[in-house]
């Protein structure tokens, strides 16, 4: 008769090397993760196994893989399907971050890339993102690191692996500033720049879509509100078809121009309409800082 699985939740975090791997793993230690970095792939089944044998409990074990060619691509495909059966749960985070950062991450702490044997860091980043498409592909959540700081970093890995061991599904809404780009890890992306803009009107153009003239302003033409509703009819349907899939993350990306009046209104608006409907739900306001004393929007 098998044993029973005593790992309740296996985390596999893969990535581009430079986007913040090792942070992640340092970090999931202090939830309550045992992590073991670069295993090979054919000692992670036996890992697993040691656990589900020893007489003491780690329900939470973390890995981190590095894959450098395609084999090891070949590898994790086949070690994903065995460890499916040695863990209650198992997920696979991924880290990535834009090309330029990754390059200039590189350069600040003068490391070697590990693909970087005969390519240039610039080749390398490029080569890696290519051949960890199909990671990143079947990844269940991915996390852009390009704009986040460390600790920016470990707060989020707190609110998806401290809160996600109670909830079913997380629901992260974010605004941001079309201006600054666009996220590439959000599920669905929506434009507010239809929205009657406050930065053309002079004193509200230092204010916030959390201020209160300015939500007076976007809710006087009812607009906004017509858009809302719209928006919790969908996620009203949305929801709980992802919860049948098992889906466990949901990132919603709203943008206005600059990320500050708009894309914050309504992203406040919405989180408390799917909170209020008894949803687990977290807010990021990327951008809301930028441009506080040049044009923003």
Known sequence: MPSPKRIHHLILVAGL???????ALKYLEDLGYFWVDNLPFELMPALLEHFAHAPHDHANLAIGIHLRDQS???????????????????????????????IRRYRET?????????????????????????VRARAD???????????????HLDQ????????????????????YGVNTDADMVLDGRFLLNPHYV???RHLTGRDEPVIQMLEKDGEAQVFLDRLESLFEYLIP?????KKRYFTVDIGCTGGRHRSVYLVERLAARLTGLGHRVRVRHRDITRGRNRECS
């Open 141 to 155: 959540m991915i996390i852009d690191t390009t704009s986040l700081t460390v600790p920016q970093l470990k707060e």
């Open 110 to 134: 003068r490391r070697r890339h590990p693909l970087a044997q005969t390519l240039t860091v610039g080749e390398a980043v490029l080569r890696e993102i290519e051949d960890l498409g199909p």
């Open 17 to 23: 090397s430079g986007a913040g791997k090792s942070s």
């Open 202 to 204: 002079e004193n509200l």
């Open 160 to 179: 998806v692996f401290h809160a996600g061991m109670e909830a079913d599904l997380i629901i992260f809404i974010r605004s941001f500033g079309f201006k």
């Open 72 to 102: 090891d691509l070949t590898c994790f495909q086949d070690c994903h399907t065995q460890l499916g059966h040695l863990a209650e749960r198992i997920e696979t985070l991924f880290l990535e971050a834009g090309v330029d950062v990754l």
């Open 241 to 245: 078809r992802y919860q049948q899939e």
